[in-house]
C-alpha cells in the first residue's frame, strides 16, 4: 500500500499517540514495567536522510543543568541547521529566529557535544579538504550572538587534497577533544587536536593511535573523568584481525588497556555502525555485523579482564542498516536502533531496548513507530540528565528513503536514574607541551 507524502507524518503522529496510550513493555528487575511514549513532533525538514547520522557521531545534546534545554544539529543544505527545545523536545521554536545557521551546508559528518554550563561544540568537514572545521556555541545557545567565530585546524597530517571526519568530546568546560581520521588516506589516522580553554584555541594536538591503515571509523566516549576513543578497523590490520579497539587517556597519551580490543576475528569490514559507552562499572559496544546486531561489554576493571560477545538481534536477511546508538542516564543505558521489517528494504522502524545489569541481558525491544515505511538513524543524547524522567530521542523519516526528510522527536517517560557509578579519577593534568603542535 502507498501513502501519500502528504499524510505520512499524521499516520506516523496518530499510530505513536496510540502507542503512547498502550505504552512499552518491557522485563526490569525481575518485574514488567511500563514505559509510556509521547507522540512524535517534526523538529524540521532537512536535505537527506541522513540528517539524524550516527555511526558513531551524536548530533543531539541534552543540558545537564536543566533537562527540559536540548539542542540538536543537522545538514540542511545551506542555511537553518541548528534548532534548541527548552520543553524537553515537545517543541522546537527555543532559538531566535526559528533555526541558526551555524555551519552554511553543514555535512552529515557533523557531531556535536557540550560541557556542564551548557556551551556546545562542533566540529563539521571542510568546506574544503585539508582542514578540520570548529564552532563553539555558547550558552545559552539561542541566537546568532551566542556563535563564536568558526576555527579552521590545520596540520602537517591532513595533507592539503585529503578531506577529514571529525568526532568532538567535551571533557569539561577546558578541555575539548576533537578526534580525526583522513580519508582513505593512512596519514592522519587516528589523531587528535585538544583546547585546553574551552574552544578559544586549540594548541596540542597528537596520535591517539598511528595505525598506518586507511580506512576507520572513529567515536569517543568518557570513562568516568578520561576521554577514550573507539577505532573501527575496517582496512585489514595484518596478524591481528582487529575489528575494534578502544584507548584511553593517561595525563600523557593515549594509550590501549589490557582489555583495550573489544572484537577481533569476526571480519566486521565495512559494516561501520557503532556506538561505545561507559555506564555504571561496565563498557558497551554495540555494532552491526551484517544480518546480526551485535553486543560486547564487560565490567570495566581498570581495564582488565575479558569481553562478553552475544547477538542482540539475527534475521533472515543481511538488512540495509542497523543504525544502533546507545544513551545513558544514570546508571542506566537504552539501545535505539533500526530493524528493516523484510528483505526488500526502506520498511525500517525504530525501537528501543534497556540494559539489565542484574540479569546481564536486554530487554525485549520496544517499538517507537510502526508504519514500517523508512525511518533511520535514531539517537538520544550521548548523555540523558540523570534527573530527567523522560529519555528524548530524534530520528530522520521519509516515504520510501526519498525526499522530502523530516527529522522526527519523541521522549520516554522513566523515572529519574541514581547518580552514575564512575571510577577512580585519573590523572587530568595537562601534558607537557609536544613537539608536532598545531600549525596555523
Known amino acids: 500500500m502507498k501513502i501519500k507524502t502528504k499524510n505520512y507524518f499524521l499516520l506516523v503522529s496518530k499510530i505513536s499517540s496510540l502507542a503512547a496510550l498502550v505504552g512499552g513493555l518491557f522485563f ?30 551524536y ?6 543543568n536543566d533537562p527540559n534545554d536540548l539542542w540538536l544539529a543537522f545538514p540542511n543544505s545551506r542555511y537553518n541547521d541548528f534548532k534548541k527545545s527548552n520543553d524537553g523536545g515537545l517543541t522546537w521554536n527555543a532559538t531566535e529566529p526559528d533555526a541558526l545557521t551555524v555551519k552554511g551546508y553543514m555535512d552529515f559528518h557533523a557531531s556535536i557535544s557540550g560541557d556542564s554550563q551548557d556551551n ?26 551566542d556563535l563564536n567565530s568558526p576555527i579552521t585546524l590545520t596540520s602537517s ?32 589516522n587516528v589523531r587528535y587536536f585538544r583546547s585546553t580553554n574551552g574552544g578559544a584555541s586549540f594548541d596540542q594536538e597528537g596520535w591517539v593511535a598511528q595505525l598506518n591503515i586507511e580506512d576507520v571509523r572513529v567515536g569517543s566516549f568518557m570513562i568516568g573523568n578520561q576521554p577514550a576513543v573507539v577505532i573501527h578497523y575496517i582496512s ?47 563498557l558497551h559496544l554495540v555494532y552491526n555485523n551484517r544480518t546480526k546486531l551485535r553486543h560486547a561489554w564487560k565490567t570495566y576493571n581498570n581495564g582488565q579482564g575479558t569481553w562478553q560477545h552475544a547477538d542482540i538481534e539475527v534475521l533472515p536477511y ?14 542506566d543505558l537504552y ?39 523508512c525511518n533511520r538513524f535514531p539517537q538520544g543524547p550521548a548523555v540523558v540528565n540523570a534527573q530527567a524522567d523522560f529519555i528524548p530521542m530524534v530520528w530522520t523519516a521519509s516515504v520510501n528513503c526519498a525526499s522530502p526528510f523530516t527529522i522526527m522527536s519523541q521522549r520516554i517517560s522513566v523515572s529519574p536514574g541514581a547518580p552514575e557509578n564512575l571510577p577512580p579519577t585519573g590523572d587530568t593534568t595537562p601534558p607537557a607541551a609536544v613537539t608536532d603542535l598545531l600549525a596555523n
Request: aromatic share 14%; with cysteine; glycine share 6%.
Open 28 to 57: 526490569l528487575y525481575g518485574v514488567f514495567v511500563w514505559d509510556a511514549v509521547s507522540a512524535p513532533v517534526q523538529v524540521s525538514t532537512c536535505s537527506n536522510y541522513s540528517c539524524t547520522l550516527t555511526i558513531p557521531r
Open 59 to 64: 548530533r543531539l545534546f541534552m543540558s545537564q
Open 120 to 145: 556546545l561544540y562542533l566540529t563539521d568537514p571542510g568546506p574544503s579538504a585539508g582542514i578540520v572545521w570548529f564552532r563553539k556555541i555558547r550558552a545559552p545557545g539561542e541566537t546568532a550572538t
Open 157 to 188: 597530517f591532513i595533507p592539503a587534497n585529503i578531506w577529514t571526519r571529525s568526532n568532538i568530546l567535551a571533557q569539561d568546560s577546558n578541555n575539548i577533544w576533537i578526534f580525526y581520521r583522513t580519508s582513505n588516506s593512512p596519514v592522519g
Open 236 to 282: 585489514a590490520t595484518p596478524g591481528q584481525n582487529l575489528d575494534y579497539r578502544y584507548f584511553i587517556w593517561n595525563g600523557s597519551a593515549f594509550v590501549p588497556n589490557d582489555d583495550s580490543i573489544a572484537v577481533s576475528n569476526e571480519a566486521t569490514g565495512a559494516e561501520r555502525e557503532f556506538s561505545m559507552t561507559y555506564v555504571n562499572g561496565e
Open 318 to 331: 543481511d538488512p540495509l542498516d542497523w543504525h544502533a546508538s546507545l544513551s545513558k542516564h544514570g546508571n
Open 335 to 373: 539501545l535505539f536502533y533500526v530493524r528493516q521489517e523484510s528483505s526488500t528494504g526502506n520498511n525500517n522502524n525504530i525501537y528501543y531496548r534497556k540494559w539489565n545489569k542484574d540479569t546481564q541481558a536486554w530487554s525485549d525491544r520496544i517499538a517507537l513507530t510502526s508504519d514500517g515505511i
